[in-house]
C-alpha cells in the first residue's frame, strides 16, 4: 500500500509563485511514474505534469513555461514548482503515483487571486 500526502498549496496572486510537494510512503517510488493532476469546482481532473522513472517530464500546454516538475528519488517525494500563477489555475492539485495501479493522495487547495 503507498500513501501520498500533498503540501504546499495556498492563497496566492496572480503572477505569484507556489511549490506543491509530495511525499510517498509505504514503499519506494524510485522506479515509478508520478505526477500531478488538477481539478477545478464544476470541471472534469486534467493532467498538470507527470515525472517518469528517467525523470523525463511531459506538460498540460496551459503550464508548459511556466511549471516545472521534480523528483527526489532519495526523499520519495515529487514536486510542482508553479510560476506566474493565474486565476485559471485555481483548482485543487492532487499527486499520483503509478504502481499497477494508480494511487492518489488527497489533494491540496491552491487559489489565485486577481
Known amino acids: 500500500q503507498v500513501q501520498l500526502v500533498e503540501s504546499g498549496g495556498g492563497l496566492v496572486q496572480a503572477g505569484g509563485s507556489l511549490r506543491l510537494s509530495c511525499v510517498a510512503s509505504?514503499?519506494?517510488?524510485?522506479?515509478?511514474?508520478m505526477g500531478w493532476y488538477r481539478q477545478a469546482p464544476g470541471k472534469q481532473r486534467e493532467l498538470v505534469a507527470s515525472?517518469?522513472?528517467?525523470?523525463?517530464?511531459n506538460y498540460a500546454n496551459s503550464v508548459k513555461g511556466r511549471f516545472t516538475i521534480s523528483r527526489d528519488n532519495a526523499e520519495n517525494t515529487v514536486y510542482l514548482q508553479m510560476n506566474s500563477l493565474k486565476p485559471e489555475d485555481a483548482a485543487v492539485y492532487f499527486c499520483?503515483?503509478?504502481?499497477?495501479?494508480?494511487?492518489w493522495g488527497k489533494g491540496t487547495q491552491v487559489t489565485v487571486s486577481s
Open positions: 515525472i517518469s522513472s528517467d525523470s523525463s517530464t
Open positions: 499520483y503515483v503509478d504502481i499497477y495501479i494508480r494511487y
Open positions: 509505504g514503499r519506494s517510488i524510485n522506479s515509478n511514474t
